[in-house]
Nanobody, 119 residues
């Protein structure tokens, strides 16, 4: 299973950040798995943004639920994250990860994509 994030690299303040996770080796619609976006700002720990379940339901962190939107394209096996009204505090490495309900762990991670918010 491989996860590959891609993003714009640089986004201006107040704009919308858009990152994509392309999954290979597993279907994003397979029962028992959930797909989560996580980010790590410079010098800080990991922060969960939100999750999309195999059935399509989505859940978001309280701090980001008003700005984040996670969706998917089953035909292309991709997960998307939109984060609106970004500020420099949204500068981070954005990761896509898979949660295994059977193993109760995040068993696969992408390498991450750096997104910098700056004018």
């Amino acid at each position: 299973v491989q996860l590959q994030e891609s993003g714009p690299g640089l986004v201006k303040p107040s704009q919308t950040l858009s990152v994509t996770c392309t999954v290979s080796g597993a279907s994003i619609a397979t029962d028992g798995h959930a797909w989560t976006w996580v980010r790590q700002p410079p010098g800080k720990g990991l922060e969960r943004i939100g999750t999309i379940l195999s059935g399509g339901d989505t859940y978001y962190s309280v701090s980001l639920k008003n700005r984040a939107l996670i969706s998917r394209d089953r035909s292309n096996n991709q997960i998307f994250l939109l984060l609106s009204s970004v500020t420099p505090e949204d500068t981070a490495v954005y990761y896509c990860t898979r949660y295994s309900g059977l193993q109760r762990t995040y068993d696969y991670w992408g390498r991450g994509t750096q997104v910098t918010v700056s004018s």
